[in-house]
């Protein structure tokens, strides 16, 4: 019985030494809302203070039937979006979604969102943790989270 006791202990304390050290914050969340049933831009700042990098892989969110990580970028006068995998945050360091770059596309919105509504996104990375962020709606014209 002792032994089997000196068994748990050692694995638990193995497990604390392996353990995930990954903390992950978000600041400056909002979201360009457009007329009609146009797709909404969502944008915010990620923080890893963990000691390894994460990824940002996915999103979701009950206000719209898509969320989905795009990349904007231009080249020779036009403009171009596309679809990403996943977007990297190193160890220690931050990673912004912002206009004009990676960003969050929210389709099939499910009612409608108004300016200064709040929309709740659930954000998931590649280590499995999820990170439910408050984005505050914001008009189309707006060129960040303060209007």
């Known amino acids: 019985m002792k032994r089997i006791a000196l068994l748990l202990v050692g694995l638990l304390g193995a ?6 050290t990954t903390r992950i914050s978000a600041s400056h969340a909002w979201i360009r ?3 009609g ?3 909404a831009g969502a944008y915010v700042v990620l ?4 000691d390894k990098p994460v990824a940002l892989t996915g999103a979701s969110t009950p206000d719209y039937g898509m969320a ?12 171009r979006m596309a679809m990403v995998d996943a977007l990297p945050i190193p160890a220690h360091g931050t990673q912004a ?5 990676y960003h969050l596309m929210l389709m099939d919105a499910r009612h409608p969102v108004q300016p200064g509504d709040t929309v709740r996104i659930t954000l998931k ?4 943790v999820t990170l439910p962020v408050d984005f505050i709606a914001r008009p189309a014209g707006a060129l960040g989270d303060q209007g």
């Open 15 to 20: 497990g604390l030494v392996h353990a995930d």
């Open 33 to 35: 809302v457009l007329p």
């Open 37 to 39: 049933a146009l797709p």
């Open 47 to 50: 923080r890893n203070d963990g």
């Open 68 to 79: 989905m990580l795009h990349r904007s970028t231009q080249s020779g006068g036009s403009s």
């Open 97 to 101: 979604l912002a206009p004009g770059g």
């Open 125 to 128: 990375f590649d280590n499995g």
